[in-house]
């Protein structure tokens, strides 16, 4: 009976072994985890896309807007802009929100992303959705 109960117990295990190892071609079954490394462009104008905006958010808890030759964004006159955003980080993204736009990168991937942007008066935000509350800005479009 002992044997039947050894038998039985090593059986089970090669199972479970078995079981454990099968995985099917899934990447993260190891245990580790890749990120990915992001180029695309994505148009909400329709138009030409005029000035260069650079976004960059990482890879520290940093979320920045400037212009092409790195001055900080507060205002800017209302149009077409192509947004590029240097994402350094897949634990955080760079969102722009206002009127008409609405474009973001994603959490856990880097790289860079272009968005041609249309903007129009009012009071636009760009924010790292994990990190809203400390990582954030604004500025206004008048003109």
């Not at 072994?17 to 995985?23: F, V």
């Not at 245990?31 to 148009?43: D, N, Y």
């Not at 955003?85 to 272009?114: A, C, M, P």
């Amino acid at each position: 009976m002992t044997r039947v109960r050894i038998g039985v117990v090593v059986g089970l295990a090669v199972a479970a072994l078995a079981l454990a190892g099968c995985g099917g071609g899934d990447d993260n079954a190891s245990g580790t985890t890749e990120t990915g490394t992001t180029t695309t462009s994505t148009s909400q104008t329709g138009g030409d896309t005029g000035t260069v905006l650079k976004g960059s958010v990482g890879p520290g808890f940093e979320i920045s807007l400037s212009t092409a030759d790195g001055q900080s964004v507060e205002t800017l006159a209302p149009g077409n802009y192509k947004l590029e955003v240097d994402d350094q980080s897949d634990i955080h993204n760079f969102h722009l929100s206002g009127d008409g736009v609405d474009v973001s990168t994603d959490v856990g991937t880097t790289g860079t992303e272009s968005f041609d942007i249309r903007v129009t008066s009012g009071t636009y935000t760009f924010v790292c959705d994990p990190h809203s509350s400390t990582m954030h800005g604004s500025f206004e479009v008048s003109g």
